[in-house]
């Protein structure tokens, strides 16, 4: 179980992500403080009602993706993925505030989404201080008490499918990964990355003129 937290400022547009699969890809298997059998625009509106009581915040929601192994798919249903979701965002401090479960169907592994309100039913912002650690440390504890194996690594994510950012993180990951075995220090590290970027960037030289 692995958990990647994304901080937004738009409610509508997070649950029209979460919400807009195709019909029966997507689940909502928990509603706290917010209605569940309306539009995704009416949802957004409850949880947006609620954070304007901090109009100071500029980032309210905090969405959540928990994923889980393929190993563990059969073991994961509905209820248990809610309740490992429940127990989430209880040790994460968010049990006092709207949030929506969400399930996808359609994916490689088992993976729920939870949009998060920040602003809590007593008006309060809910800290987001050492949030990657703490989930961290929160995953690897439920991971552990339900027998559950780590969510899928980096070495099985699938990198034809990766866009901007996150297809640049896994490149720099895979360019360590090759170089980092034959590399005693830091120096030789750091030349070795250089010379894979290097490679890389000159895969293709522009063909000589020469006689035309």
Known sequence: MIAKIIKGTSFSGVLAYILGKQEGKARVLYAEGVRRNVSPNEIANDFALQASMRPNVKKPICHTILSFSTEDT?????????NLALQYLQKMGYEDTQYLIVRYLDGEHPH???CINRIDNNKKTISNSNEKHRSTKVCKELTEANQLKWG?????????????????????????????PRCQNWDEL???????????T???????TRGN
């Open 74 to 82: 059969k073991r994961l249903n509905n209820l248990t993925m809610n």
């Open 112 to 114: 729920v989404h939870i």
């Open 190 to 200: 750091s030349s070795a990355l250089r010379r894979q970027v290097y490679e890389r």
């Open 152 to 180: 899928e690594g980096k070495e099985t994510v699938k990198r034809n499918r990766l866009r901007g950012n996150d297809r640049l993180r896994y490149e720099i990951f895979d360019t360590i990964k090759a170089v980092l």
């Open 202 to 208: 000159n895969e293709h030289p522009p063909r000589s």
